[in-house]
C-alpha cells in the first residue's frame, strides 16, 4: 500500500468537494467525441456550476498556448443564439490543468487513454471520473479483454482497487466520498439496473440462467465509421455481434456477483443514432405476483430519482428515453408466475455515458443527484 499511502498524503486538500462553498474547477478531456459533446452541453448548463466554465480538452498537442479549436465548430448544436460567445478547446497538457487549478477531470476518452492519465491525475489530487472501460473491471481475467498497459503496475493495482463503480443506484455513498470513479458501460447500465433488485433479493433461478438481448443506435460505438457502424451496413439492418467476448459482460459479472454460466449477453447494433433497449428473460425460483415484483422494484429504486418503473405489462420504449438521463424499466411476468421478461431502456450517451457520469459528480460535490439532468 506504499504508492497509495504517499499518494493520498499527497492529495489531502482534494479529500473533500462537498466542503466547498464555490463549485469545483472542472475539465473534460475527449470533449470533441460523441460523449464529451453531451457532457460539455450537460455542465454548461448545470445549475450549480453558473458563473464557472469547464476547460474543454482535445488530445495532446503541439500547441499549448491558445485554443486549438472551439465546442461550437467541434458541436455546431452546441452554439448559442445570436452571436454568443465560443468556448475555447485547448489541447490536453497537465500544465494547463495544473495552472487552472482542476479539481475534477472527466475522461471521455479511449479506455487506453484514460488507463493512462488517471494515475497521473490523482497523483497530482485531481479527483476523476472516467467514462470509458478502463477502471470499471476489479478481476484481471475479466478486464483482460481490455489489453490494458501500465507504466506503473503496482500504482494502477491500488488505484484499480480504489476505483469506485460509477452507479449511484448500487454504490451511491461510495461514489460520495471517490477520488476515482469508473463509470459503468451503456449495455451494462441497463441490464445492471434491470437485474440488480431481483438478483440481490435471489429470487432468480440462477440455474436456469439469465438471458440478455440488448440493442444499441450506433453512437455507442463513437463517432469514427468502422466497416460494422458505417451508414452502408447499420442502415436498414440488425446485426448481432460479440456474442461471448463483450466487455461489458465483466460488469454483469462483478456487479450482480454472478458465474460466468449464470447469464448471457448478446449486444446488437441498431439503425438508430442513440438508444438502447434490453430484453431479459430468466425465471423466478418460486411462483410470484406481479404486484410483489413491483413492489420490490419500487422499494429497491425508492431514493433513485433516474430510474422509472413502469407499471406492468406497460414496457418501455427508446422513443422515451432518448436525450433524457432516465432508465426505465417494465416486466411481464407469465401465467406461472415464474417465466419473466424484463425491459430496459436508456439514451447510451446520457444515462449510459454522460448524463450518468455527472449524476456522479453530482454525489461527488453533495448536490441534488439529478441536478442540472431534468
Ligand atoms: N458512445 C457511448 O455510447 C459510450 C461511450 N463510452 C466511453 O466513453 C469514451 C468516449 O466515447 P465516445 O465519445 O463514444 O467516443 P468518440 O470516438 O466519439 O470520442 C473519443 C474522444 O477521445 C478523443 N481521443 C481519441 N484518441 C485519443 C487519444 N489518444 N488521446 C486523447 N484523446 C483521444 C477523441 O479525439 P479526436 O476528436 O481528436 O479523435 C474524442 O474526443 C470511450 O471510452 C467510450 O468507451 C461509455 C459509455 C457509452
Ligand atoms: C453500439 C456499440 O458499438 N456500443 C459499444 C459500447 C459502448 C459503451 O458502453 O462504451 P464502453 O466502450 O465505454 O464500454 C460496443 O459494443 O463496443
Redesign the pocket.
Known sequence: MANLEALQTSTKSVGTLTASSRPPRIAV??????????LARLLLHHPALEGTKPTFL???GEAEVGPSTSLEA?HPYLTGPGAAESNPVYS?SWNRIVDEGIEVLF????????RE?VPEAIERGIKVV?????WRLQETRNRDVYRLKDAKPALADELQAEAVYGCPELHRNAIKRARLVA????YS?SMILALAPLVQAGLVDLDHGIVCDAK??V??????ATTKTHFMYAADNLSAYNVFGHRHRGELLEQLHLDSDQIQFTPHLLPIP?GILATIYLRLKRPTEPAAISAMFSDFYRDSPMVRLYPTPHLPQIQHVVRTNFCDIGFELAPDGKRMVIVSCLD??LK???G?AVQNLNLMCGWKEQEGLL
Do not use: I, M
Not at 475522461?107 to 484514460?114: D, F, G, M, R, V
Not at 472516467?130 to 478502463?134: E, F, N, Q
Not at 463509470?183 to 451503456?186: K, M
Open positions: 478531456a475527449g470533449v470533441s467525441g460523441y460523449a464529451g459533446g453531451e482535445g488530445r495532446a467541434l490536453f475522461l471521455a476518452t479511449p479506455h487506453e487513454q484514460s492519465w472516467d467514462l470509458s472501460g478502463a463509470n459503468p458501460g451503456c447500465t444499441s443506435g453512437s455507442g460505438a463513437g463517432k469514427a442513440r447510451n450517451l449510459g455515458a454522460s450518468q
